[in-house]
T-cell receptor, first 112, second 111 residues
Framework: DAGITQSPRHKVTETGTPVTLRCHQTENHRYMYWYRQDPGHGLRLIHYSYGVKDTDKGEVSDGYSVSRSKTEDFLLTLESATSSQTSVYFC???????????FGSGTRLTVV | KNQVEQSPQSLIILEGKNCTLQCNYTVSPFSNLRWYKQDTGRGPVSLTIMTFSENTKSNGRYTATLDADTKQSSLHITASQLSDSASYICVVSGGSYIPTFGRGTSLIVHP
């Protein structure tokens, strides 16, 4: 989607390796989010950020960490990938509740 | 706990037919409700947004309704097209910057 890009789009990695996914925005929005989407569960919040260096945990944060050193970038790190982290990961941005949420195109991660 | 329940879980209709998707929520306080469309392999895209004072909002062939008293919303699709095949997600915001997502309704439109 315009203004937000995720990289990589696809990744296969081995169990136990660290993995970093990147979300980049050009909208200067304050809020950034990482979600995972699995069949039967819908979108579940992993971590979110409400400003540079301001982050907090979502409902499924175990095994994940995030960093936001610049307004435009929000990184999601799987510290030691497990097969249960095989999923599609979406980044979203927002400038406030009234403005809605714009999603990236997703990263399909497979942990083998 | 804030919750958003959508029904049906999945739906199959013939091209040209109408359909209605349902969303019930228990989010409090309530700020706004959005419907998103998610095509396979893509991120969700916003269709409509409604605040407490709005009870109907249209976007082309998509019409959303909101009953804030019963905490129910519906998304009506008129004269369905093959391109309407997607997942439709109801998202309710309570004034914070953490919305509550429904699990979505998967719609398949057959020719």
């Amino acid at each position: 989607d315009a203004g937000i890009t995720q990289s990589p789009r696809h990744k296969v990695t081995e169990t136990g390796t660290p993995v970093t996914l990147r979300c980049h925005q050009t909208e200067n929005h304050r809020y950034m989010y990482w979600y995972r989407q699995d069949p039967g569960h819908g979108l579940r919040l992993i971590h979110y950020s409400y400003g540079v260096k301001d982050t907090d945990k979502g409902e499924v944060s175990d095994g994940y960490s995030v960093s936001r050193s610049k307004t435009e970038d929000f990184l999601l790190t799987l510290e030691s990938a497990t097969s249960s982290q095989t999923s599609v990961y979406f980044c979203a941005i927002s400038d406030g509740d009234r403005d809605g949420y714009t999603f990236g195109s997703g990263t399909r991660l497979t942990v083998v | 706990k804030n919750q958003v329940e959508q029904s049906p879980q999945s739906l199959i209709i013939l091209e040209g037919k109408n359909c209605t998707l349902q969303c019930n929520y228990t989010v409090s306080p309530f700020s706004n409700l959005r419907w998103y469309k998610q095509d396979t392999g893509r991120g969700p895209v916003s269709l409509t947004i409604m605040t407490f004072s709005e009870n109907t909002k249209s976007n082309g062939r998509y019409t959303a309704t909101l009953d804030a008293d019963t905490k129910q919303s519906s998304l009506h699709i008129t004269a369905s097209q093959l391109s309407d095949s997607a997942s439709y997600i109801c998202v309710v915001s309570g004034g914070s910057y953490i919305p509550t997502f429904g699990r979505g309704t998967s719609l398949i439109v057959h020719p």
